[in-house]
């Protein structure tokens, strides 16, 4: 072994035998830490000068739906059925929609990808398929958005006749 690789060794086994025996840290001590103030800030967000903007001051965007559940009414078994479901973006700020679910794979919903701006109205389209279904149905799709609860719930409904 090389002789600078021992001497490393052995130097750091003796740093760790005589910290260890006084139960100090090895090394130098850390600098003291100095207080912040507005003459020792140098980053923006180190400034104290202005106030935090807490999250709950950030007002949500809401929306609201025209209608909230549709009746198909009568349709076949098979039938692949759509409905577009309008609503409006009644905040002051954009509608970001995250994602919309149905309830389950025969309701499948498409909605609009890009902001929303204040007052815009908009549609979803809603295609739902009817196969392995019979009777009386209901259907829902959850809307994830930026709005005061985070969701919104529409429904749609059909009465299913076997062929």
Known sequence: ???KVISVFAITALLLTVSCKKNE???PPPPPALPVTEKTATTPEMQLNEPATPASSVKPTDMAFSEEVYDF????????VNHFFTFKNTGAN????????????????????????????????????STGKSGKVEKSVTVYA????GVKVV???ANILVK
Do not use: H, Y
């Open 155 to 157: 429904k749609i409904k």
């Open 73 to 80: 009414g009568t349709i076949n078994q098979g039938d692949k």
């Open 25 to 27: 840290p090895i090394g």
């Open 94 to 129: 954009d509608l970001i929609i995250t994602r919309a679910l149905g309830s389950c794979g025969c309701t499948v919903p498409e909605f609009p990808k890009e902001a929303i701006a204040p007052g815009k109205t908009e549609k979803m389209k809603v295609t739902f398929n």
């Open 146 to 149: 930026n709005v005061p609860d």
């Open 1 to 3: 072994m090389n002789r």
